[in-house]
């Protein structure tokens, strides 16, 4: 295929590496999927053997030999360190920084509650004062409604009529008042139940926060406490400092005990195992994201070609058809797309092998999907649109 394309096999150009990418991406899912399910296994079996042989060896450390002994040794010298740096952050920082927050919490709800405790008479003293006026407003109208009768018996239409209207102007000033009045009325209660509303939100939310901060300072005390036994703290250095050997080891190491020996040499293989499906999942998320962010790239750009197409055939009697040519690197770099779904399709063997999955990738993500090369195949593409489109601007 030559690098120069109308707008309508550009449009189609780019769809079909939009799907060649999907095709591509649903093949790494897959893999995807594989792996988590492995790495679950692997996981679950590595920790449940890391925590059985921690215990083990802590409890026989004078039995397992001087290789095994030194290395946990020198650990437990780190160990102890960080420990004691732990310790003194409880104390100096972590304790009295949750008090405070627990302390800050109660003290700005003990505050909500004052508020709403203002709140509440001034609001009320303001109600029964609208109350009031309503009750005399609601006499004069009463009043002038009965002057009103008086005057309209018989001839009295007649005979009073600029009393009549005076009076009843006077009955609408009142009526319009009393409307005033029921409206201040409504909105002192809105404002109660809003502000009731909203303070009951926020004391909630306090609420929640001091329960937080009280259960959070109770859960560093209590850490506190226990590393302020200086046994506990031993036996805890103990722990990590074997822990930390174990979980670590990438080959075999000495050891007297040879049961111990035998399952510290299938520890490696887990250890291997965990990290090999570590290092496949990170690669298969690095993949993925960026083909995710190549198709989004391609699909706007699509969308701009297909704007073109719409322009191009509305003002067809005066606007020339566009000729893009396209730059090589932009073509061979989408001519990768094949190779690298049949790199990843196998995705039944792959699964098992995630170091063989990496070799293969580790490539394509340092070198053909570099940040690099997809910064000049998008420039690529947006540069050979606009020297296209200088046709239409003359």
């Known amino acids: 295929m030559g690098n120069n394309f109308s707008l309508n096999r550009l449009s189609e150009y ?22 988590n399910s ?11 053997t890391l925590e059985r042989l921690t215990e083990v060896i802590v409890d026989r450390l004078e039995e397992v030999g001087p290789e095994l002994q030194g290395v946990i040794r020198k650990q437990l010298a780190v160990e102890k360190e960080n420990i004691a740096s732990y310790r003194q ?22 505050q909500l509650t004052q508020k709403l405790r203002q709140l509440n008479p001034r609001l009320d003293k303001r109600e029964e004062k609208l109350k009031a006026q309503r009750v005399s407003l609601e006499g004069n109208l009463a009043q002038l409604n009965q002057q009103m009768r008086e005057l309209s018996g ?41 502000s009731q509303h909203q303070i009951q939100e926020e004391q909630e939310a306090l609420q929640a926060r001091w329960q937080a901060a009280t259960l959070k300072l109770a859960q560093l005390q209590g850490e506190l406490a226990f590393l302020d036994d200086e046994s506990s703290r031993e036996a805890l ?19 007297s005990i040879q049961d111990l020996a035998q399952e510290l040499g299938g520890m490696v293989k887990l250890n291997l195992q965990t990290d090999d499906y570590q290092e496949g999942l990170g690669s298969v998320g ?28 509305m003002h067809s009697a005066y606007l020339p058809k566009l000729d893009v040519s396209i730059p ?38 340092d070198e053909g999907l570099s940040e690099a090369n997809v910064k000049a195949m998008f420039d690529g593409l947006g540069g050979a649109l606009k020297h296209a489109t200088k046709a239409w601007r003359g």
Not at 41 to 48: L, R, T, Y
């Open 286 to 313: 690095s993949l993925m994201s960026l083909l995710d962010g190549i198709t989004e790239g391609l699909t706007r750009f699509h969308e701009s070609v297909e704007g073109l197409i719409s322009e191009q055939k």
């Open 89 to 110: 952050k409880l104390r100096q920082e972590l304790i009295p920084e949750t008090q405070t927050e627990a302390d800050v919490a109660l003290a700005e709800g003990k």
């Open 154 to 194: 018989c001839l009295g239409v007649v005979i009073h009529f600029p009393k009549i209207n005076k009076l009843d102007r006077q009955r609408q000033q009142v009526i319009g008042k009393l409307d005033a009045l029921q409206q201040d009325l409504k909105e002192v209660r809105e404002e109660w139940q809003s």
């Open 38 to 48: 492995a790495y679950v296994e692997w996981k679950a079996e590595h920790d449940a």
């Open 237 to 255: 250095a103990r722990s990590r400092a074997a822990r930390h050997v174990i979980d670590n080891l990438k080959e075999p190491i000495p050891c």
């Open 14 to 35: 780019i769809e079909r590496n939009i799907k060649k990418i999907g095709d591509v991406r649903k093949e790494v899912e897959e893999i995807q999927v594989g792996f």
């Open 328 to 365: 090589k690197g932009v073509v061979a770099f989408h001519e990768m797309w094949d190779g690298l779904r049949d790199k990843v399709r196998d995705d039944g063997h792959l699964c098992k092998h995630p170091v063989e999955f990496v070799a293969a990738i580790r490539p394509v993500l």
